[in-house]
């Protein structure tokens, strides 16, 4: 049995920005947890680029929702090598986690 690994994390992520990229010759079964610092709830996005392609709407799983003092975390979704995860945050409060197995293709 596989156990999940952290596989990037972030603490400041107010300007859009890779959090991690599939490596080559892997697939990643992932999913993101969003964590509120503060007791201020928080609006954040998180995005996934196929082959990492330019921002686009039709990346985002999490547009503008808000993480209040319970994290919150995508559903795990399989992705190739060259996806790259991308998270942004209202403010400087909000911690991304990314969490997964990384396996060869």
Same mark, same amino acid.
């Given at each position: 049995?596989?156990?999940?690994?952290?596989?990037?994390?972030?603490?400041?992520?107010?300007?859009?920005?890779?959090? /991690?990229?599939?490596?080559? %010759?892997?697939?990643?079964?992932? /999913?993101?947890?969003?964590?509120?610092?503060?007791?201020?709830?928080?609006? /954040?996005?998180?995005?996934?680029?196929? %082959?990492?392609?330019?921002?686009?709407?039709?990346?985002?799983?999490? /547009?503008?929702?808000?993480?209040?003092?319970?994290?919150?975390?995508?559903?795990?979704?399989?992705?190739?090598? %060259?996806?790259?995860?991308?998270?942004?945050?209202?403010?400087?409060?909000?911690?991304?986690?990314?969490?997964?197995?990384?396996?060869?293709?």
């Amino acid at each position: 049995m596989a156990i999940d690994a952290v596989l990037a994390q972030t603490a400041d992520a107010t300007v859009l920005q890779d959090l /991690y990229t599939v490596p080559v %010759g892997k697939r990643t079964a992932l /999913y993101v947890v969003a964590t509120n610092r503060t007791s201020t709830p928080v609006a /954040y996005r998180i995005s996934f680029a196929i %082959g990492g392609a330019v921002d686009d709407p039709k990346q985002y799983t999490v /547009y503008d929702s808000t993480v209040s003092t319970i994290p919150q975390a995508t559903r795990r979704v399989a992705f190739p090598a %060259g996806t790259v995860v991308r998270v942004f945050a209202a403010t400087a409060d909000v911690t991304f986690c990314v969490n997964g197995i990384e396996q060869d293709v």
